[in-house]
């Protein structure tokens, strides 16, 4: 796929992946719709980025309220005629055990990262139905394949996605309807500092595996290619979390009694 003049929206594009994504697809010279839930730091993302304003929208939105995204994906087609690619990206993580997790705190991850992102995907979706094409791109994590300590809920909604999306897969690749499911390993981004405690506060602090993680610009490098490639799935970050995919896909006795022992920060 030739990237050149494509829209393309991004959410969580204030930070970490989106941030770094934004920057490379403006130079691949796309139009850009910038999302998060911060606009200044959007605007400045959009400078940063060299794309001209006319190329490049700042639409605020919070993952959490997800009432108005039909109206706002309105604002996109207003503004630029067509979505073809949404990078569903913005997303919160966890860091406490299931039984210190209040359920309010697991309801609000969900919310976030698996029903603010299908509720956007389905506000897009009849544009890309009837523009008889788009690509779909889902951030999720190798925790979207098997679970880990003080992830319980942010495992679950990252598992959620993946069937989400390749049951949405099977239903539309009529349509001409590309997904690309990537789940980053360690990314050295901001993720661990939001990450919510038990109790709703934040971390606050970098986790070491995120410190010594993959760059965001190797993995929106990665990502960009899979998308020109019309990949289904890939798994940015270091060998030992993409490992995990495939020990617990083919030995999952093993993998059960190693993840009891990882270090997970
Ligand atoms: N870094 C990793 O190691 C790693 C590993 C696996 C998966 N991932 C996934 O990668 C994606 C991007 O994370 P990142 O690593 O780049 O972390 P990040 O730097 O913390 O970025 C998270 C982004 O999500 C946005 N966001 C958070 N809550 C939101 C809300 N309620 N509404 C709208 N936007 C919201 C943030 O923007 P605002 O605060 O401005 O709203 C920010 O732009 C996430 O889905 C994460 O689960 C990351």
Redesign the pocket.
Known sequence: MDLKDKVIWI??????????LAYQLAKEGCRLVL????KD??EKVRQYSGIAEERGMVL??????SENFPELAWQVIKRFGRIDVLV??????QRAFFRETEMEVARRIM???FF?NIALTKAVLPFMVKQKGGSIVA??????KYGTPKRSI?SAS?HALHGFYDALRAEHWNDHLHVLL?????????????ALKGDGSEQGTLDT??KN??S?EE?ARKMIHALKKKKREIYP?GLKERAGVYLKRFLPGLFSKIVRKVNVT
């Open positions: 959410t969580g594009a204030s930070s970490g992946i989106g941030e770094a999302s998060s839930r911060n730091t959007l605020p939105l919070d993952l959490a309220a569903n990206n913005g997303g919160v993580s919310e976030i990262n603010g951030v999720t994590s190798v925790v979207g942010y990252k990537v789940g980053p390993g360690y990314i050295k981004t901001s993720l661990s500092y939001n595996g995120q993680g993959m965001p993995c970050g």
